[in-house]
């Protein structure tokens, strides 16, 4: 049987490892989700206070919606070399009917860092679980 600084690093590694594999599951699960539901629509790319003068900062998105409100959401993704978001270019969205602040940006689906999260929490509680029973 593990002694108490055993059982107790074990108990914060199983536990710190279901927090992030729930957070990974979320984010995929929400990626899958807009993927599935969300009304597809052409955003205007806008650069405005910090983002600006830094290339690398989340501008902002102003996008329609199908009520013919007018929205704008910071990107969810920042600009990179393979996809700017120059001011006033236009990018393809994909955005959540019943909230239409949640976005998605195509090309930017983030899906690598939430596998990362699931693999990561996974570990951490294998490892934490290896712990109590070594």
Same mark, same amino acid.
């Given at each position: 049987?593990?002694?108490?600084?055993?059982?107790? $690093?074990?108990? /914060?590694?199983?536990?710190?490892?279901?927090?992030?594999?729930?957070?990974?599951?979320?984010? %995929?699960?929400?990626?899958?989700r807009? &993927? &599935?539901?969300?009304?597809?629509?052409?955003? $205007?790319?806008?650069?405005?206070?910090?983002?600006?003068?830094?290339?690398?900062?989340?501008?902002?998105? =102003?996008?329609?919606? =199908?009520?013919?409100?007018?929205?704008?959401?910071?990107?969810?993704?920042?600009a990179?070399?393979? +996809?700017? %978001?120059?001011? #006033?270019?236009?990018?393809?969205?994909?955005?959540?009917?019943v909230?239409? &602040?949640?976005?998605? %940006?195509?090309? +930017?689906d983030?899906?690598?860092?939430?596998?990362?999260?699931? #693999?990561?929490?996974?570990? /951490?509680?294998? %490892?934490?679980?290896?712990?109590?029973?070594?």
């Amino acid at each position: 049987m593990p002694d108490g600084a055993v059982v107790t $690093m074990a108990g /914060f590694t199983v536990v710190s490892g279901a927090v992030a594999l729930l957070t990974g599951i979320a984010g %995929l699960r929400t990626i899958r989700r807009l &993927r &599935r539901v969300g009304v597809e629509v052409r955003a $205007m790319v806008k650069r405005v206070g910090p983002a600006a003068e830094d290339e690398r900062a989340r501008p902002v998105l =102003q996008y329609v919606t =199908q009520d013919g409100r007018v929205m704008e959401v910071a990107s969810p993704a920042p600009a990179s070399k393979r +996809h700017p %978001l120059a001011d #006033g270019s236009l990018v393809l969205v994909r955005y959540d009917p019943v909230d239409p &602040r949640e976005l998605l %940006l195509h090309g +930017h689906d983030r899906t690598t860092p939430e596998y990362v999260m699931v #693999g990561t929490g996974a570990a /951490f509680m294998l %490892l934490g679980i290896g712990l109590l029973l070594a």
